[in-house]
């Protein structure tokens, strides 16, 4: 990403006590968004957020 990124994550992974907006509900057997939303939204991420190719590079 050419001018960078920057972001903050204001949520836990899994709902707790009496919070209901976690991306898993406390027992974490239900994920509240499309599992291929999750994958797609991290996959492109950690693209953008890999270094550039280069001959040394595997």
Not at 17 to 46: F, Y
């Amino acid at each position: 990403m050419p001018g960078g990124l920057s972001a903050t994550v204001y949520t836990q992974p899994s709902d707790v006590e009496d919070e209901r907006n976690g991306l898993l509900t406390c027992d974490r057997e239900i994920l509240k968004l499309p599992a291929g939303l999750v994958r797609a939204s991290t996959t492109r991420l950690r693209r953008l957020d890999a270094p550039p190719a280069g001959p040394y590079q595997r």
